[in-house]
């Protein structure tokens, strides 16, 4: 691993943890039902737990062989285990990265269409989404669509904070 690597990886980790608490502090702690911006919260706080997963496993570039390994090596643990851990997550984080990924941007797409809030990010987001429902691709580099997602996430909690206060 290199220098870049590990500065990359710190910083991230550093931002997410810091959305997180600006999400927590923002949460109410009974929130109101049916509340579009209090939905678009509880979407945030599944996007931004992915995330913060997802910035521990990004280190790597991955490809499809890779990938595919670890998404086996993943199912054998669980049918044997029927448990997983971080440092399992760790050891198939080809496949493990991308879930959570994936995971973070159909999270953060509910959170735009809530909303109904249209911006260049989600117009980035759903050509993201749009990709991976229509090849097999991925992007190798999965710091490049976390980065994104982190983006989207923290224009969603802005627009969410707004509405919230203008109820």
Do not use: C
Request: no cysteine; aromatic share 12%; glycine share 4%.
């Amino acid at each position: 691993m290199q220098d870049h690597d590990l500065e990359w990886l710190v910083h991230n980790r550093s931002l997410i943890q810091e959305l997180l608490l600006e999400l927590w502090k923002e949460f109410p702690e009974t929130p109101s039902t049916g509340s579009k911006p209090g939905t678009v919260l509880q979407l945030l706080v599944g996007a931004t737990f992915s995330l913060w997963r997802a910035a521990f496993l990004a280190d790597s570039d991955r490809d499809w062989q890779q990938n595919a390994s670890h998404a086996k090596k993943f199912l054998g643990i669980i049918i044997k285990d029927n448990a997983i851990a971080y440092s399992q997550e760790r050891d198939t984080r080809f496949w493990t990265v991308g879930y959570y990924l994936n995971n973070a941007f159909l999270r953060l797409e509910m959170a735009y269409k809530t909303l109904d809030y249209h911006t260049s990010l989600r117009k980035e987001v759903i050509g993201f989404l749009e990709q991976q429902m229509a090849t097999a691709e991925f992007s190798p580099d999965p710091r490049k669509p976390w980065e994104l997602a982190y983006g989207a996430a923290r224009e969603l909690l802005k627009e969410a904070r707004q509405r919230l206060t203008s109820i």
